[in-house]
């Protein structure tokens, strides 16, 4: 999967965490262990927020990473046409 559909993916979790957590606090009443839930859910946002980030950074850098190989990719075939060229021109063996 691509960096950008992983980056896609992560947009509907945060929702679900929340609605998840909301479900959670409706039932658990005045749990002490809320305050942990809380924690744990602040973390949790952090992680896909940075997740998301990371996800976006790689699909910079991997569509650079294509934009240099095609040009690498174009100056090897222009290099082989030359050569075939050649060799047509001056009757040579290939």
């Not at 509907?12 to 479900?23: D, I, Q």
């Not at 839930?37 to 946002?45: F, G, I, P, Q, T």
């Not at 790689?58 to 990473?65: H, M």
Request: hydrophobic letters at 40%; one cysteine or more; charged letters at 25%.
């Amino acid at each position: 999967m691509c960096a950008d559909g992983l980056r896609t993916q992560w947009g509907p979790v945060r929702a679900e965490l929340e609605t998840a957590h909301a479900g959670l606090l409706a039932g658990a009443g005045e749990l002490v262990a809320l305050t942990e839930l809380a924690a744990v859910r602040d973390s949790w946002e952090r992680r896909i927020a940075t997740a998301a980030d990371e996800c976006a950074a790689l699909a910079v850098n991997l569509r650079e990473v294509a934009r240099t190989q095609r040009g690498t990719n174009e100056q090897v075939r222009s290099s082989f046409a030359r050569i075939d060229s050649g060799a047509e021109t001056t009757g040579g063996s290939r």
